[in-house]
DNA sequence: GGTTAAAACTAACGAACATTAGTTAATGTT
DNA sequence: AACATTAACTAATGTTCGTTAGTTTTAACC
C-alpha cells in the first residue's frame, strides 16, 4: 500500500490532463496515447487507473453537470428574493468556471459522445436545470425587477455569457473573482434591471 | 454534359450534410460513410466530388471566416457613425446565423482540425475580426455611446451571445428576421446605451 | 529481506476509418 | 452508332486507436 499519494491521486492528475486535451481537440479527437503521454506513461497503462476513455468523459461531465443541478434547486428553493436567486445563480456559474475552465468547456457539446444512458441523464440533469433558471428568470419579472422580455430569450442571452465564461476567463487572471463577478453582473444586469 | 443540375448541386448537399453532422458529432466524430449515407451513396463515392474529408470542414470553415472578415471591414471603412457601425456588424451576425446555423456551430471549435496552413489563416482571420469589433466598441466609447467598461470584456458579452446564437435560432423560426434583429438588439445594447 | 500488491511496460488483437484503385452503369455529345 | 464523361459501386490497403493479456518493476509492510 501506498502511504504518500501525492498532493493530487494519478487519477484526478488523469482527468485534469484530458480535460484540457478535450477541451482542445475535442473527445474524439484526443487518443488514450496523448493523455497518457502528458501525465508521463504509456497508452495502455491508464488501464491500471481507469476502466475505459468514457469513463474519463463521463466523469468529468457528470460531476459537474450533478453539481450544477444540485445548487441551483438549493438557491430556487432557498428563501431568497428572486433577484438574490438570480445572483446567486451567477455566481455559482463563476464559482464552477473559474475553479475548472477545462472541464467546463466541454459541457456545451462533448456530452454527445457519452453513452446512450448517461448521455440521458446528462440531458436530463440539463433540462431541469434550465427549467430551475427560467423559474427564477419568471419569479423577477412577476415581481417587476426585470425588463418585459421574453423569458426564453432572456434566458438565451445570460446563458450564452455563463456558459462562454471558460474562453475568456484565462485572460482575466489578473482580476481577482470579485472583480470577476462584479463586471459580470453588472453587464449581464444593466441590460435586464427595470 | 448535365443539362440539369438540380436545385442545388451534389457538393452542395455533401456541405450541407456535412454540417449537420459535424455538429451533431463533431469533425472527429463523423465519417465519410455517414455522410455517403446522408446523401445517398456509398462512402467512396463521396472522392468524386470532394478530395478529402478535410476539404470539406475547410470549405464549411473557410468560407464563413472569409465572409466575416469582408463584411466587418467593409462596415469599419465606411463613413458610418459608431453606434451604426456596431449595428451593422449584429445584424451581420444574425444574418450569417440564419442563413446557415450548421455551419455557424462549427467555428467555435472545430477549426482545430484544420489543416496547419489553414489553420493558421483562420485564426488570423478571426483574430482581425475581434481587432476591427474591438475597434469599433473602442470608437463608440469615446464617443460615449456606450457605458464606461472594459473594452475586452464588452466584446467578450455581446461576442457570447452573437456566437451562440445558432443554438437558439432553431426555437425562434415563429419570430421572422427583424422581430429577432430587434430582440437581440435591445437585449445587447440596452445593456449598454448610455 | 522477503512478501505482496499496485502500477508500470511490451506486445498484440480487432474494429473503424480515410483513402486508393479498378470497374460498371448512366448520360450526353459527335 | 460510337465515344467520352460523370458518378456511382466494390474491393482492398494502410493507419489509428481502444482495449486486453501477460510480464516486469516499484515500493510499502511485516
Not at 482527468?15 to 503521454?37: C, D, H, P, V
Not at 476513455?53 to 434547486?73: D, G, P, Q, V, W
Request: net charge neutral.
Amino acid at each position: 500500500m501506498k502511504v504518500t499519494e501525492g498532493l493530487q491521486s494519478r487519477k484526478q492528475q488523469i482527468l485534469e490532463e484530458a480535460a484540457k486535451l478535450f477541451r482542445n481537440y475535442g473527445f474524439k479527437g484526443t487518443s488514450l496515447q496523448q493523455i497518457a503521454k502528458k501525465v508521463g506513461m504509456e497508452g495502455p497503462s491508464l488501464y491500471n487507473h481507469i476502466s475505459s476513455k468514457n469513463e474519463i468523459l463521463s466523469h468529468l461531465l457528470m460531476t459537474n453537470a450533478r453539481i450544477f443541478h444540485e445548487r441551483i434547486t438549493e438557491i430556487q428553493t432557498s428563501s431568497l428574493g428572486a433577484i438574490d436567486k438570480l445572483d446567486r445563480v451567477i455566481s455559482l456559474h463563476i464559482e464552477l468556471t473559474v475553479a475548472n475552465p477545462d472541464a467546463m468547456a466541454l459541457m456545451l457539446h462533448e456530452w454527445a459522445h457519452l453513452e446512450p444512458a448517461e448521455k440521458q441523464e446528462y440531458v436530463s440533469l440539463r433540462d431541469c436545470y434550465e427549467r430551475e433558471f427560467q423559474s427564477i428568470l419568471e419569479q423577477n419579472i412577476a415581481e417587476g425587477k426585470v425588463v418585459q422580455m421574453d423569458v426564453h430569450f432572456m434566458m438565451f442571452m445570460i446563458l450564452s455569457t455563463l456558459r462562454s465564461l471558460y474562453a475568456w476567463c484565462a485572460k482575466y487572471r489578473d482580476y481577482n473573482r470579485l472583480e470577476l463577478e462584479q463586471n459580470i453582473k453588472q453587464g449581464v444586469l444593466k441590460g435586464i434591471l427595470a
